[in-house]
């Protein structure tokens, strides 16, 4: 499965845009590319999925450039709920069965300020 | 429909005992996957199940951890002889058949060894 770069943190403060940056060099003709987001002592939670332009939904959007070698995620005016981990991730969603794990990396710590 | 279920949510073991973590997933999913994750580090996969079979299992320790996902019940994580280094906290994930990218998450168990 693809390796992706993140950066470790951000600060953010109520009201405004944030996007956040994954790089992803090696994904393959088939992979996807997935976002979750991880509160504290809860299990992460699916965001939002797209493979290539733009995808979005009641909670964020999604940016893909023509050579997917990156993504955008794209929080809109964020608030203080906001504040978690976020994790962007690639793979395949049409395994054929032989694999199921998701890659996590360290993920990006989004911090809003009030 | 209820989301992904663990109990117990927090789990206290002395060193050498053994703890059971048990996963209920989704309604409808057949495919489970346990994840561990280490304090400020993202999730690493473990295992990977069906109904009564294991798909892959390349993440799983070699010794001392197993995982079943019976028939009948709930997935089990077991981990024998517990160490202090198995404190973390162990999340459970389901998908349906056809989205094998998309996993819904538990809410973990906090298995803490003293």
């Known amino acids: 499965l693809a390796k992706t770069t993140q950066p470790i943190s951000m600060d953010s403060y109520e009201g405004q845009e944030v996007n956040i940056t994954c790089s992803h060099n090696?994904?393959?003709?088939?992979?996807?590319i997935t976002w979750y987001q991880q509160f504290p002592s809860q299990g992460p939670r699916f965001i939002i999925q797209g493979y290539k332009t733009k995808v979005t939904n009641e909670v964020a959007s999604l940016f893909i450039p023509a050579d997917r070698k990156s993504s955008t995620l794209s929080l809109p005016r964020v608030s203080l709920s906001d504040t978690a981990v976020y994790y962007c991730l690639v793979g395949d969603p049409n395994y054929g069965g032989s694999q199921g794990n998701l890659i996590f990396g360290k993920g990006t710590k989004l911090s809003v300020k009030p | 429909n209820a989301g992904v279920m663990q109990n117990p949510r927090h789990l206290v073991r002395r060193r050498g005992q053994e703890a059971r973590l048990r996963c209920s997933p989704m309604?409808?999913?057949?495919?489970v996957y346990w994840y561990r994750q280490l304090p400020e580090e993202g999730l690493k996969f473990m295992v990977y199940?069906?109904?009564?079979?294991?798909?892959?299992e390349s993440g799983m320790p070699k010794e001392r951890f197993s995982a079943e996902f019976p028939k009948e019940g709930p997935s089990i994580l077991r981990i024998q002889q517990v160490v202090r280094g198995d404190s973390a906290a162990y999340f459970c994930?389901?998908?349906?058949?056809?989205?094998?990218?998309?996993?819904?998450f538990g809410p973990g168990t906090r298995l803490l060894v003293l």
């Open positions: 309604k409808g999913h057949s495919h």
């Open positions: 199940l069906q109904k009564e079979n294991i798909i892959d």
């Open positions: 994930a389901s998908s349906p058949l056809d989205d094998q990218e998309t996993q819904y």
């Open positions: 090696n994904i393959a003709t088939n992979d996807y």
